[in-house]
């Protein structure tokens, strides 16, 4: 950093001002027709190291994001043209957010050090959980609980979080947690007293105790690391404000205590089970009822029996099942659909005729579509469609091809 760059970055040594007059030295238009704006001071930050950019104000109009140009400079983008001397504010409620995810996250990177000697690779803050990467091929629970109660600790802890700026001659580089670039003259150091130290551009809580808790959410493997989400400050307690309401409604539902959830949704999901294979009975013996009734009633046509019927009740699944079930007696062509457009077809299998290519073709020209094989076709017809007669209308087709 040069010494100009770091007297425009008042947040730099001050991440708690929100509230401040700066002058415009430019302010040009973008092709988004917004401006792009200078100051000659600024306590907005832009977004770099995984923190996400403040918003804010600029006079009355929308700061929508902040970043740093090529040569470091500070770019406000805004959404409409400011000029002269300016009152300017950062909107406290996001940044104080930004702040207890970031300094959230120096914590939890040293605990997965100490408690597993696994190194962050790189962190990223999103709207509503932030990620951190750590090197390592897998990670358990007890791990994780460790960490998180060890990071936990250090926040009640309530210790000093400092930035200070050291020339690199003067810097014990093997006292950072992460190696400095190539190139740079000096180094803007963050301390967690007597626990962490790294460099880094960020803005920060003064004291731990300002990010309240962090909580781990869930992990994941991720190309040779593990992707570990996480919440820190209010976020944390956004997060189990909404579980918790989770779980009260779970339990008003099942008329049980928070603790009876568990065993009441095993017994519910038991007892699915068992519903589950009593349908399935149950159906499979209407099904052969259903068969011997459409037996009774079925239309011969060169020693062929010609089953037509359009079902009262059923789903796709049970037309399957009956169509199935039907042209396993010898001889059989059966065309079965449903009130909502479905239909059917099966041929038993010495019957030898192609009635996908009828059935399917027919289904085409009627606006619908479908597929099957030989002896077997399932369509779906358009509502415009009357079921009825289109089964009349194919079995007509294959009557005449038999
Ligand atoms: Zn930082």
């Given at each position: 950093?040069t010494?100009?760059?770091?007297e425009?970055?008042?947040?730099?040594?001050?991440a708690?001002?929100t509230a401040?007059?700066?002058?415009?030295?430019?302010?040009?238009?973008?092709?988004n027709g917004?401006?792009a704006?200078l100051?000659d001071k600024?306590?907005?930050f832009?977004?770099?190291g995984?923190?996400?950019?403040d918003?804010g104000?600029?006079?009355?109009v929308?700061?929508?994001?902040v970043?740093?140009?090529d040569a470091?400079?500070v770019?406000?983008e805004?959404?409409?043209?400011?000029?002269g001397e300016v009152?300017c504010d950062v909107?406290w409620e996001?940044?104080f957010?930004h702040?207890?995810q970031h300094t959230?996250q120096h914590?939890l990177?040293?605990?997965?050090i100490e408690i597993a000697g696994m190194?962050?690779?790189?962190?990223?803050?999103g709207?509503?959980?932030?990620t951190?990467d750590l090197?390592?091929?897998?990670?358990?629970?007890?791990?994780i609980?460790?960490?998180?109660d060890l990071?936990?600790?250090?926040?009640w802890g309530n210790r000093?979080?400092?930035a200070?700026t050291?020339?690199?001659s003067?810097?014990?580089e093997?006292?950072?947690?992460?190696?400095?670039?190539?190139?740079v003259?000096?180094a803007r150091?963050?301390e967690i007293?007597?626990?962490?130290?790294?460099?880094?551009?960020?803005?920060?809580?003064?004291r731990?105790?300002?990010?309240g808790i962090?909580k781990v959410l869930?992990?994941?493997?991720v190309k040779?690391?593990v992707?570990?989400?996480?919440?820190a400050?209010?976020?944390?307690l956004?997060?189990?404000?909404?579980?918790h309401?989770?779980?009260?409604?779970?339990?008003?539902?099942?008329t049980?205590?928070?603790d009876?959830?568990?065993?009441?949704?095993e017994k519910?999901?038991?007892d699915a089970?068992l519903?589950r294979?009593e349908l399935?009975k149950?159906?499979k013996?209407?099904?052969?009822?259903?068969?011997?009734?459409?037996?009774a009633?079925a239309s011969?046509h060169k020693g062929?029996r010609?089953i037509?019927h359009?079902?009262?009740?059923?789903?796709?699944?049970y037309?399957?099942?009956?169509?199935s079930?039907?042209?396993?007696?010898?001889?059989?062509?059966?065309f079965?659909?449903s009130?909502d457009?479905?239909v059917v077809c099966?041929a038993s299998?010495e019957?030898?005729?192609d009635?996908?290519?009828?059935?399917?073709g027919?289904a085409?020209?009627a606006?619908g579509?479908?597929?099957?094989?030989?002896?077997?076709a399932r369509?779906t017809?358009?509502?415009s469609?009357d079921?009825?007669?289109?089964?009349?209308?194919?079995?007509s087709?294959?009557?005449?091809?038999?």
């Amino acid at each position: 950093m040069t010494s100009n760059q770091m007297e425009e970055k008042y947040y730099l040594d001050d991440a708690y001002t929100t509230a401040f007059r700066a002058k415009v030295l430019s302010c040009e238009k973008l092709l988004n027709g917004h401006f792009a704006v200078l100051l000659d001071k600024t306590y907005f930050f832009p977004e770099s190291g995984g923190q996400l950019s403040d918003k804010g104000k600029i006079l009355n109009v929308d700061v929508v994001n902040v970043r740093e140009d090529d040569a470091g400079r500070v770019v406000h983008e805004v959404t409409a043209q400011v000029d002269g001397e300016v009152s300017c504010d950062v909107d406290w409620e996001a940044r104080f957010d930004h702040m207890q995810q970031h300094t959230g996250q120096h914590v939890l990177t040293r605990a997965f050090i100490e408690i597993a000697g696994m190194p962050t690779v790189s962190f990223h803050m999103g709207d509503e959980t932030c990620t951190i990467d750590l090197e390592g091929k897998g990670l358990g629970d007890q791990t994780i609980n460790a960490a998180e109660d060890l990071a936990n600790a250090i926040i009640w802890g309530n210790r000093e979080v400092s930035a200070r700026t050291v020339p690199l001659s003067r810097l014990k580089e093997d006292a950072l947690r992460r190696s400095l670039p190539e190139g740079v003259t000096d180094a803007r150091v963050v301390e967690i007293e007597n626990f962490d130290a790294v460099a880094c551009c960020g803005t920060h809580v003064k004291r731990t105790g300002e990010l309240g808790i962090i909580k781990v959410l869930k992990h994941e493997k991720v190309k040779g690391s593990v992707r570990v989400h996480f919440v820190a400050g209010r976020r944390a307690l956004l997060d189990y404000r909404d579980k918790h309401g989770v779980v009260k409604s779970l339990a008003n539902r099942f008329t049980t205590s928070v603790d009876g959830i568990l065993d009441k949704t095993e017994k519910l999901s038991k007892d699915a089970q068992l519903l589950r294979k009593e349908l399935q009975k149950s159906i499979k013996r209407l099904a052969a009822f259903d068969k011997q009734r459409l037996l009774a009633e079925a239309s011969t046509h060169k020693g062929r029996r010609f089953i037509v019927h359009l079902c009262e009740a059923g789903d796709e699944s049970y037309l399957n099942l009956l169509a199935s079930a039907c042209k396993n007696e010898a001889g059989t062509i059966v065309f079965l659909g449903s009130k909502d457009g479905h239909v059917v077809c099966a041929a038993s299998p010495e019957v030898s005729i192609d009635l996908a290519t009828h059935v399917v073709g027919a289904a085409k020209e009627a606006g619908g579509g479908g597929g099957g094989k030989g002896d077997f076709a399932r369509v779906t017809l358009p509502d415009s469609v009357d079921v009825r007669e289109f089964l009349e209308k194919v079995s007509s087709y294959v009557k005449n091809a038999v």
